[in-house]
């Protein structure tokens, strides 16, 4: 099993373009997330998927987009990219469904990011 | 939404000697724990965790407390060796997929 995989792995953007970031799991789980990492922050919520075609807003969703294209895939879109942006992107996925029982997250390799 | 603090930011131990690093959260809703360790360009992986209907959790060498009622959580790291120098976060958790982290502590194993 790959577990969870991203593309790409570097990524250099200019100011106002655009991009999809993408991401997939083998493991058959139900919830997808991304997360961004920035120095001294920790890991920060953008988006989330309970389930195939749910998706929902965490902490920082301002200026992403996501799309939870069947159970194994789940990508972050940036429609006009600012340097605000410039973040390194995880993301993870868990069997939860959206339920009060939590399990362990697996995350992907990351996505490091620069918007000039 | 919950509130997670981490301390401390950086943590230098001599090879051997115990590393304890300490989290406390404000949402007395959250009942889960995890620990992560984070290699440097790597993936945050798990390392341990804990629910809350548990005070504490062993695993060879490290080991996790939670006091509900003072809400906070600790991890424990005994005989410290230097494959333990890492970022390490902790997180909370009350369910319905959302994850609170904190900001990180910087462990470096002195050989």
């Known amino acids: 099993n790959a577990g969870v995989t991203q593309t790409p792995k570097f990524q250099v953007l200019k100011t106002g373009q655009s991009m999809t970031l993408q991401c997939a799991q083998d493991?058959?789980?139900?919830?997808m997330y991304w997360y961004r990492q920035d120095p001294g922050m920790g890991l920060r919520l953008i988006y989330y998927?309970?389930?195939?075609?749910?998706?929902d807003k965490g902490e920082v969703p301002n200026g992403y987009n996501v799309s939870r294209l069947n159970k194994r895939e789940f990508s972050l879109r940036l429609e006009s990219a600012a340097p605000s942006q410039t973040s390194v992107y995880f993301c993870?996925?868990?069997?939860?469904?959206?339920?009060?029982?939590?399990?362990?997250?697996?995350f992907g390799p990351g996505t490091r990011l620069t918007v000039t | 939404g919950e509130n997670v603090e981490q301390h401390p930011s950086t943590l230098s131990v001599q090879e051997g000697d115990s590393a304890v690093i300490k989290c406390t959260y404000s949402?007395?809703?959250?009942?889960?724990f995890p620990w992560y360790k984070q290699e440097l360009g790597k993936r945050p992986q798990l390392i341990i965790d804990?629910?809350?209907?548990?005070g504490e959790k062993k695993d060879q060498r490290i080991a996790v407390t939670l006091n509900k009622t003072a809400k906070h959580f600790s991890l424990h790291i005994t005989e410290t060796q230097p494959e333990d120098s890492a970022v390490y976060f902790c997180?909370?958790?009350?369910?319905?997929?959302?994850?609170?982290f904190g900001s990180g502590t910087k462990l470096n194993v002195k050989p």
């Open positions: 993870a996925s868990s069997e939860d469904r959206g339920q009060v029982s939590v399990h362990e997250q697996y």
């Open positions: 493991m058959n789980h139900n919830s």
């Open positions: 998927s309970a389930s195939e075609g749910t998706t």
């Open positions: 949402d007395s809703a959250s009942n889960y």
């Open positions: 804990i629910r809350s209907n548990v």
């Open positions: 997180a909370a958790s009350n369910g319905f997929n959302k994850f609170y």
